[in-house]
């Protein structure tokens, strides 16, 4: 297999426990890909198809790493963070690894992305929970029909403009103040940000 003497002294300056992981990564990749290319990257052993990286691991004092670089802008790993995803964060021995077939997979599954383009796809993120409607706009919508109803009917982000908004003031009047307007906007159907709907809406 074609390696690159800068990731043989990597792996040997490594610590103890880390060669042999770094050693069985590097086999595994080169038996999933012959073609690939060996490099370092940003100070690391990086692993390259038709000269992009795809791939890349590492080493640290007490455990080791691997992950995949989709595009150059990074994958969305299974905690959904961005980046250079080390898919395996936190490697100190080979039970933090996959099996032999399943790791090769995963390389095999990366660097036909690489070719084909192909774009990561973000997981689906936690729904936010429902903002609490403050004590005091709870009460004014008690009393006034129309606006409960237009305050109802809005999506739920739109009401968490309005709740964040009145929420957030610290001073009671300045708390009831913005209650009060609420309530008129709301009576004639506005959203919290309308008056910057015609600056943002197309054409303008």
């Known amino acids: 297999m074609p390696i690159d003497p800068r990731v043989d002294a990597y792996i040997d300056a490594s610590a103890d426990f880390a060669r042999p992981l770094l050693l069985w990564m590097r086999e595994r990749v080169h038996a999933a890909m012959p073609t690939v290319e060996e490099s370092i990257k940003w100070a690391r052993p990086a692993f390259l198809s038709g000269g992009r990286p795809f791939a890349?691991?590492?080493?640290?004092?007490?455990?080791?790493?691997?992950?995949?670089?989709?595009?150059?802008?990074?994958?969305?790993?299974?905690?959904?963070?961005?980046?250079?995803?080390?898919?395996?964060?936190?490697?100190?021995?080979?039970?933090?690894?996959?099996?032999?077939?399943?790791f090769e997979a995963m390389v095999r599954a990366a660097a036909l992305r690489l070719v084909s383009g192909e774009q990561p796809r973000r997981p689906p993120g936690k729904p936010r929970a429902?903002?609490?409607?403050?004590?005091?706009?709870?009460?004014?919508?008690?009393?006034?029909?129309?606006?409960?109803?237009?305050?109802?009917?809005?999506?739920?982000?739109?009401?968490?403009?309005?709740?964040?908004?009145?929420?957030?003031?610290?001073?009671?009047?300045?708390?009831?103040?913005?209650?009060?307007?609420?309530?008129?906007?709301?009576?004639?159907?506005?959203?919290?940000?309308?008056?910057?709907?015609?600056?943002?809406?197309?054409g303008r």
């Not at 691991?57 to 790993?77: I, L, P, Q, S, T």
């Not at 959904?80 to 077939?101: C, K, Y």
């Not at 903002?131 to 005091?136: D, F, H, M, T």
């Not at 309530?183 to 008056?195: A, C, S, T």
């Open 56 to 102: 890349m691991m590492v080493a640290f004092k007490a455990h080791a790493g691997f992950g995949f670089w989709e595009h150059g802008a990074g994958a969305w790993d299974q905690n959904g963070q961005g980046g250079a995803v080390e898919q395996f964060r936190r490697i100190t021995s080979f039970a933090d690894l996959p099996d032999t077939a399943t």
């Open 130 to 202: 429902p903002l609490p409607v403050p004590a005091e706009l709870a009460a004014a919508l008690a009393e006034d029909s129309a606006a409960r109803a237009v305050f109802e009917g809005f999506p739920p982000s739109c009401r968490r403009d309005y709740c964040e908004w009145i929420g957030e003031a610290k001073r009671p009047e300045t708390r009831a103040r913005r209650v009060g307007q609420a309530i008129l906007w709301l009576r004639e159907g506005k959203r919290r940000n309308w008056q910057y709907a015609s600056v943002l809406s197309p």
